[in-house]
Every structure is written in C-alpha cells, then in structure tokens.
C-alpha cells in the first residue's frame, strides 16, 4: 500500500503568510491595549458591540445579533439582559414567529452609543495624533483594505450559501 502525502495548497495563502505574520502581533498588541483602555468605560466591548450593531441594523431577533456577534445564542441573552437591565435595549416578542424574541435599541441606548463611541473615537484619535502625518495617511490608504478583510472575515464565518 503506498501511501501519499499532499502539501497543503499555498497558491492564495503563500504571498499572503509573510503579510499575516507582520500584522499578527501587531493586531494581537493592539487588541491587547484596546482592551485594557476599555475598562474606563462603563461598558464592556462585548455591550459596545451589541448597541452598536444595533444600532446600524435596528430591531434584530436575537438568532440573528447572536449571529452577528460571532456567538452563542445564550452569550448573547445574557448580555442583552444586561445592557436591558441599564434601559438601552427592549426585548419584544416576535410577531412573525411566536417562539421568537426580538431586541430594539432604546433611545438612552442609542444616546448612550453614540456618547460611548464618540469618547472612544476621541481616546484613539489622540493616539493617532502622535503620528506624522505621513503615517496616517498611509492608515488612512489602509482602511479600504482592513473593511475588505473584514468582511472576508464575515464571510467565511457565515459558512457556505
């Protein structure tokens, strides 16, 4: 019996590994301290991020924030309950599917975002402000790229159509 063993495939992956080993710990860095300055903020990420993606998309069930979240139903529910127990989102009954739960985002919940990300913008900004001017620029030439890669992100993690 012979037995083969193939290379993996790193026709679209091998110019790209150079590329994701220099970003990797940066990102990683960055995360790191992003965090760490997030706990100045009456809110986690994890409520951040639930405000904000509702804001952007309006009232969701909660299969679906849990699905744009990149987590678990359950996870999901208990941050909602949350950040509902602080008055910024509604639970509300389904109407096309009983069994069904939806959330909304308050008015003080859609206040309380936009003063959150506003305060977080202006923290980041002043650290960009640190660079030259040459050096936000080429971030700025970035930011098509970074969305690009985000929703190749998204993407694959909403599996195949």
Same mark, same amino acid.
């Not at 019996?1 to 970003?23: H, I, K, N, Y």
């Not at 990420?45 to 952007?56: F, N, V, W």
């Not at 679906?64 to 639970?91: F, K, W």
């Given at each position: 019996?012979?037995?083969?063993?193939?290379?993996?495939? $790193?026709?679209?992956?091998?110019?790209?590994?150079?590329?994701?080993?220099?970003?990797?710990?940066?990102?990683?860095?960055?995360?790191?301290?992003?965090?760490?300055?997030? $706990?100045?903020?009456?809110?986690?990420?994890?409520?951040?991020?639930?405000?904000? $993606?509702?804001?952007?998309?309006?009232?969701?069930?909660?299969?679906?924030?849990?699905?744009?979240?990149?987590?678990?139903?359950?996870?999901?529910?208990?941050? *909602? %309950?949350?950040?509902?127990?602080?008055?910024?989102?509604?639970? +509300?009954?389904? +109407?096309?599917?009983?069994?069904?739960?939806?959330?909304?985002?308050?008015?003080?919940?859609?206040?309380?975002?936009?003063? *959150?990300?506003?305060?977080?913008?202006?923290?980041?900004? +002043?650290?960009?402000?640190?660079?030259?001017?040459?050096?936000?620029?080429?971030? %700025?030439?970035?930011?098509?790229?970074?969305?690009?890669?985000?929703?190749?992100?998204?993407?694959?993690?909403?599996?195949?159509?």
């Amino acid at each position: 019996m012979v037995t083969t063993t193939r290379e993996p495939d $790193t026709g679209a992956v091998g110019p790209a590994l150079g590329l994701a080993e220099q970003f990797r710990p940066i990102l990683l860095r960055l995360d790191l301290l992003v965090r760490r300055q997030s $706990t100045q903020y009456a809110l986690s990420r994890a409520q951040t991020s639930i405000l904000h $993606t509702l804001a952007c998309h309006g009232r969701l069930r909660m299969t679906d924030l849990a699905r744009l979240e990149n987590v678990r139903v359950p996870t999901t529910s208990n941050s *909602v %309950s949350v950040i509902e127990a602080m008055g910024y989102v509604e639970r +509300e009954p389904d +109407e096309s599917d009983r069994r069904g739960v939806c959330v909304r985002l308050t008015d003080l919940g859609r206040a309380r975002i936009e003063q *959150v990300l506003a305060d977080r913008d202006r923290d980041f900004a +002043e650290h960009l402000g640190r660079l030259t001017g040459e050096q936000r620029e080429l971030l %700025s030439a970035a930011v098509p790229a970074f969305n690009a890669l985000l929703d190749a992100f998204d993407a694959a993690s909403a599996g195949p159509a």
